[in-house]
């Protein structure tokens, strides 16, 4: 089995769009450019969504336009409907992550539309990509817990993945938007995709927010299962805006930490991505929420936990 694992930063994404002050674009791109330096090769990069639900990532069509060329770095961006299609398509993105929810609740809630019209917008994004060759990743929110539902039965991550995969077996991303999944329904979300849907392991990403400290955990049994792609933010950045107390994603330092240590590559310069996790930091509203940055370079997180928060 493959000893190397992907990590898809999505810093600027998922760990930018949670905080109360919008980042300026060139800071922004500094960001980037320092995750890539890192020997990150994938990085989720904007949203395209309404300015008036996600004010800090109205920039994305700029963004998406300025983002460097490196070579061997792949940028995405998220997109709720077509909308957000044509306009990162427009700006030059051509691997999206189209979002739905696991849960109808959280669906109406952060997408404003049911579960089953979401489905009706992937399936006519899919025939644009198709014909574009733009490449999905179709990434279901709240696939082990809901803040409005509750737990969420691997049952019914199975039946959206069945939907999903009947209108084209893009790959799958499960996302532990609030952080409450726990290890055993990861194992049990995987084997079942497999085992019902005949998925392949490099079909399947994961997507862990540490809000309970179960990030770890979470990837652990993910790569037991023979995952190989997680979604991470440096210096765990992000939350969920419809998530209360939901806290960082999982840091990106932290898991590329337990990586190495179990001698899986990743092709990542860890002291690059302390640099890159110092430099996030200075974004965040709130101190530090991962560990290693802690335990490697102290003064950098205690001058951050010193800051008033707004
Ligand atoms: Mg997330």
């Known amino acids: 089995m493959s000893q190397h694992v992907t990590i898809e930063d999505v810093t ?72 957000g299609y044509e306009r990162a398509v427009a700006a030059g993105i051509r691997h999206l992550e189209f979002v739905l929810s696991a849960s109808e609740s959280f669906n109406h809630r952060n997408l404003n539309r049911s579960l089953q019209e979401s489905l009706a917008l992937l399936e006519q994004v899919t025939q644009r990509a198709l014909s574009d060759g733009v490449t999905l990743r179709v990434g279901f929110s709240v696939s082990f817990h809901c803040p409005f539902e509750g737990r969420i039965s691997t049952q019914a991550v199975v039946k959206l993945a069945r939907e999903c995969r009947a209108i084209h077996p893009w790959r799958l991303a499960l996302c532990d938007s609030d952080g409450m999944g726990f290890p055993n329904q990861v194992r049990d979300a995987v084997r079942a995709l497999r085992d019902d849907l005949r998925m392949q392991n490099a079909e399947i990403a994961l997507h862990f927010h540490d809000t309970y400290g179960r990030g770890l955990s979470n990837s652990l049994v993910g790569l037991e299962e023979g995952i190989r792609e997680f979604d991470a933010t440096t210096a765990g950045l992000g939350g969920c805006p419809y998530c209360p107390g939901a806290s960082g994603n999982l840091a990106t330092e932290d898991l590329v930490d337990l990586l190495h240590g179990l001698g899986y590559q990743t092709g990542i310069d860890l002291e690059k991505l302390l640099d890159a996790a110092e430099f996030a930091l200075q974004f965040s509203s709130r101190p530090y929420q991962g560990h290693l940055l802690r335990a490697m370079r102290p003064g950098t997180c205690q001058k951050n936990e010193l800051r008033p928060v707004p």
């Open 12 to 83: 600027p994404r998922d760990g930018l769009q949670n905080e109360p002050t919008p980042v300026p674009l060139a800071q922004k791109l500094l960001l980037i450019q320092k995750l890539a330096a890192a020997g990150i090769t994938h990085i989720q990069a904007t949203s395209f969504v309404h300015p008036k639900w996600v004010p800090q990532l109205a920039d994305a069509d700029q963004l998406a336009k300025d983002l460097p060329p490196l070579p061997g770095v792949q940028y995405s961006a998220l997109i709720p409907n077509l909308r």
